[in-house]
């Protein structure tokens, strides 16, 4: 349960469907099999990793953004409220970055 690594990938190039975005996660976060693949388990289990100095690095988030407009701004508000609320507190998030077709954020 839950894969400790300075740096998370996320790679959303395949990603056809919703699910297929929390099986991303889940894996690369190596969540427990009870994660329930939406986004209140997502942040229950983002959260309990709050303790850990870490980047997130989203890839080919537009793919995201075709998927679902709406899902893809819930994850941007449950990273940015997650480096907001922790890091500094019990975290030390090195930087949430996400890209996309030529854009790049930084969380």
């Known amino acids: ?9 996320l790679d959303f190039s ?3 469907y919703i699910y297929d975005v929390h ?3 889940k894996k690369e976060f ?6 329930g693949a ?10 309990d990793m709050a303790n850990l100095e870490m980047k997130i690095d989203v890839l080919n988030f537009d793919i995201l953004k075709k998927v679902s407009e709406k899902d893809s701004a819930i994850f941007v508000e449950l990273l ?5 609320y922790y890091d500094g507190k019990w975290a030390e998030l090195k930087e ?12």
């Open 1 to 9: 349960m839950y894969s400790f690594k300075e740096e998370y990938i």
């Open 14 to 16: 395949e990603v056809k």
């Open 23 to 25: 099986q991303i996660i």
């Open 30 to 35: 190596d969540f427990p099999d009870y994660y």
């Open 38 to 47: 939406n986004w209140d388990a997502f942040w229950d289990c983002i959260t």
């Open 80 to 84: 940015t409220d997650f480096k907001d």
């Open 96 to 107: 949430i970055t996400i890209r996309d077709d030529g854009d790049t954020i930084h969380i």
